[in-house]
């Protein structure tokens, strides 16, 4: 992980990687975990995948990626807790499912850590009745 933040397109973007990485292990209290070749989870849990025939997928509960046009956050609005508090995050954008800022000095960053705190928060989806 380590290596993938040093690797980021400017030195804003490294630092902020960092910090943010630093950010996400305080608050979760375990170690990021690559998922692909540009995603810094934490944590996992299992969902069932919309694709048919209907299956479960395995996938970060919450985690970023310091991109180089904007900082990406993922997990940070699909729960309803987080709807109320994302409003206070600061200057962002949505995507699907996905959060991102263009610099880290537009968001608040205890709201940042409420919202992983929330995320991590995320369980299991819960098997299908038959």
Known sequence: MHQFLDSAATVRRREEGHLIARIFAEVTGT??????????G???????SRAKPL??????????SPRKAQLTFYGLKD????????????TYTEGAG???ARKLEDIDLEVLRQLIAIAWSREDDPEPAL
């Not at 299956?55 to 970023?64: E, I, P």
């Open 79 to 90: 729960l309803p807790e987080a709807g109320a508090l994302l409003p206070k995050l600061g």
């Open 55 to 64: 299956a479960y997928a395995d996938w970060f509960k919450t985690g970023f």
């Open 98 to 100: 996905c959060v991102y």
């Open 31 to 40: 170690d990021p975990v690559m998922w692909g070749p540009t995603m810094v």
């Open 42 to 48: 934490y944590g996992s849990f299992r969902y069932i």
